[in-house]
């Protein structure tokens, strides 16, 4: 019922930024947690940040605390991970996702966006 489109994804160096949409359909996104993770090849899927409807909460995981920051606009109906000092680690497919509730298990979120590709070059 609600869909979830990334964008923004694309290669930059060792140490820059970039900033990453998630625009999402249907009004239920005002409700809900929004959600980033990430995947890269080979690996399992890991949370990244989550923020709460009224963005008053946002938790980090450790690997992207104090460079990455989630925001939303919910006037837009759009979802952003804005990603500062970036590592070839961070190097992933990034996933938007929405769900009721607040949380960083992946499984709980009902909705998904097909993802966009970051790269970071050393």
């Known amino acids: 019922q609600v869909t979830l489109v990334e964008s923004g994804g694309g290669v930059v160096q060792s140490g820059g930024s970039l900033r990453i949409s998630c625009a999402a359909s249907?009004?239920?996104?005002?409700?809900?947690?929004l959600a980033w993770f990430r995947q890269a090849p080979g690996k399992e899927r890991e949370f990244v940040a989550v923020i709460s409807w009224s963005g008053g909460m946002r938790t980090y995981s450790d690997a992207v605390r104090g460079r990455f920051t989630i925001s939303r606009d919910n006037a837009k109906n759009t979802g952003y991970l804005q990603m500062n000092n970036l590592k070839p680690e961070d190097t992933a497919v990034y996933y938007c996702?929405?769900?009721?509730?607040?949380?960083?298990?992946?499984?709980?979120?009902?909705?998904w966006g097909q993802g966009t590709q970051v790269t970071v070059s050393s």
């Open positions: 249907g009004r239920i996104f005002y409700r809900d947690a």
């Open positions: 996702a929405s769900g009721d509730d607040y949380t960083r298990y992946g499984p709980y979120y009902p909705y």
